[in-house]
Each structure stands twice: as structure tokens, then as C-alpha cells.
């Protein structure tokens, strides 16, 4: 899928679940995010905003999230991997936003000596974080969250990815 056909799906699948979403924004933050990874490609050859909009896709898809958990999802990788602030993206989208955006980024700084226990690591804290944490930071941790799935997903079994989805989703609805 290209890009913008990842877009298309993504707006398709909000559109079911809330229709009544912030889809202005939610198409500023797909147009700020592929700007600013412009010439950034990812290891198999794919534009890096396919990335994000996969981590967004998991965050409708699987969790029915809002408006700006989308954003967020979008925008996950700007501050850390672009030119872009947090204060940039605060004046752009909103404060809430940035604030999940730099969560996210805070998450990732982490040297592990295997990708495999980065990832595992960063599941086992996120889901211990959801069980206490305000609304906002249990939205950065499920961008994060989003991204290793979408990471974990191209290394292991379908099997496993969808029963960690799954779960996922079953902690964000038991711990709201």
C-alpha cells in the first residue's frame, strides 16, 4: 500500500467507529509527519511515514482511540527522528499532543543489547504503566505500545501479534 492509501484505510476505519472525529487534524498530522520524513526510508525500502501511519491504523483499529491519540500516533517519530519541537507541534496540534509525542520519544532513548529485549522491556513497562497512570500518559504509552506491536509483528508469528493486540486492548478497556 502506499501512503496515502494507508491514509485513505486509516480515515476509513475512524470514520467507523467515530464519525464525528477530528479528521482536519487528523489529515494536518499525516501531511506534518510525511513532510518531515521526507527522504527518510525504512529498512526494506518502504517511506518511513508508513511506519506511523501503521501505528495509527493499530490505534483505531484495535483500540478505537480518539482524535488526538491518532495525532499523537501519527507524529510519534517527528521529534525524535525530524527537525520538528515540542513546542512546534504544541502550537500546530495542541499541548496534549506534544506531550504524547515526547512521551513516546522518552520511551524509545533506552540501550538494550538486543531489539528483542528493547521491545520486551518496553511491553512489560507500558503495561504495568497503564494500570496507574492519568489519561494522557496512558495514551503516550499506547502509541509506544503500538509501535512495538507494529515492530514485534514484523519479526514474530501473526499468532502472537494478534494475541498481543488482543490483550492490549483487553488492558486499556479494564483499566480506564
Known sequence: MTPQEMYDHLVETVKSYNPTAGFDQIRAAF???DAHHAGQN????SPFVTHPLAVAQIVAEELHLD???????????????????HEEISKLFSPTVAD???GVSKLTRIQYATKEDEQMENLRK????????TRGKRMSV???FSGALREMSARTSSVASVSLRSHAKWKYVNTS
Request: proline share 0%.
Open 67 to 85: 482524535t488526538e491519540s491518532i495525532v499523537a500516533a501519527l507524529l510519534h517519530d517527528t521529534i525524535e527522528d525530524t527537525s520538528a519541537t
Open 142 to 144: 499506547l502509541a509506544s
Open 100 to 102: 504524547l509525542v515526547e
Open 42 to 45: 525504512r529498512k526494506d525500502g
Open 31 to 33: 501531511t506534518y509527519a
Open 126 to 133: 507500558m503495561l504495568i504503566a497503564m494500570r496507574s497512570r
